[in-house]
């Protein structure tokens, strides 16, 4: 009886227990057969790491001449090497005409065949009688608009598109919001602008980066009264992740000397 009775108890609370709703798993806690989502950006470390990007940075420092660069990572966060400094733009700057022209045309009229025929020459082989026509259709206002929808803090031009006032920090912020940027039915076409320079032009980023990213970039360069200016500026792209990169030089002794100031900064940032 009394072994009856235990029975009938025991049967009793294990139905009760059923009933009962269950206690909340800790948020985060995932069961055997669950897996957590993993962000893209969680699947691997954040590049550069804090060894790629100290390596640049000694690198930077004992090059001759005036050397800045400023990379937005593919944590979205910018790191720098004296990077609030001025240069003039020279032929960097037409990324900016190129953006700042499609969104005019977005807004006025479809591209044309005569607009393709300075866009294409402006970028792919850096003509610069193609910037100065985009220029001079664009003025001044058109690219303090666009500077100013980038967040760039310290672009400034005055009358002439290659002697533009530029920053690492501020092209590189530009470079990583390309897409944003550029007008939805346009940025096909942009990007492939970006993505065929010519060879003889495709040095420094694209020389370290290719083939395992995707890249998209502008130089500039020129004699000045301190010897020669050297910049590239490009965003990279692999997958999900980006990279955009801004290097930018003045007072190197030779061409070549300013591109593989270029070059070894890109290849201290991207290589492992």
């Not at 993993?38 to 804090?50: G, K, N, T």
């Not at 720098?80 to 990324?95: G, L, N, P, Q, T």
């Not at 501020?170 to 096909?188: I, K, W």
Request: charge should be positive; hydrophobic fraction near 45%; include cysteine.
């Amino acid at each position: 009886m009394a072994s009856a009775a235990s029975c009938f108890t025991a049967l009793v609370a294990a139905c009760l227990l059923s009933l009962a709703p269950a206690t909340p798993r800790p948020e985060g806690a995932h069961g055997p057969d669950t897996e957590p989502e993993i962000a893209v950006s969680q699947l691997e470390p954040a590049l550069p790491s804090r060894t790629q990007l100290a390596r640049a940075k000694t690198f930077a420092s004992a090059r001759a001449g005036l050397v800045s660069f400023a990379v937005v990572g593919t944590d979205r966060r910018l790191r720098c090497h004296r990077c609030w400094r001025r240069y003039e733009a020279a032929s960097v700057i037409k990324a900016m005409l190129l953006v700042a022209y499609l969104d005019r045309l977005a807004r006025e009229r479809p591209i044309t065949v005569a607009d393709r025929a300075l866009l294409g020459p402006m970028i792919r082989v850096s003509d610069n009688d193609a910037a100065t026509a985009i220029y001079a259709r664009l003025g001044d206002a058109a690219l303090y608009r666009l500077a100013r929808r980038a967040r760039m803090k310290s672009f400034a031009v005055d009358g002439y598109w290659g002697s533009a006032q530029i920053t690492a920090s501020d092209q590189a912020r530009f470079f990583a919001q390309l897409d944003r940027l550029t007008p939805p039915s346009y940025r096909r076409y942009a990007r492939s602008l970006l993505a065929s320079i010519v060879s003889w032009q495709a040095w420094g980023l694209p020389e370290i980066a290719r083939p395992t990213w995707r890249v998209f970039f502008k130089g500039g360069w020129r004699r000045s009264s301190h010897g020669h200016l050297v910049h590239q500026v490009a965003l990279l792209e692999r997958g999900r992740r980006a990279i955009a990169i801004a290097v930018l030089t003045e007072a190197n002794p030779s061409h070549g000397y300013g591109r593989e100031t270029v070059r070894g900064i890109a290849a201290r940032l991207l290589r492992p």
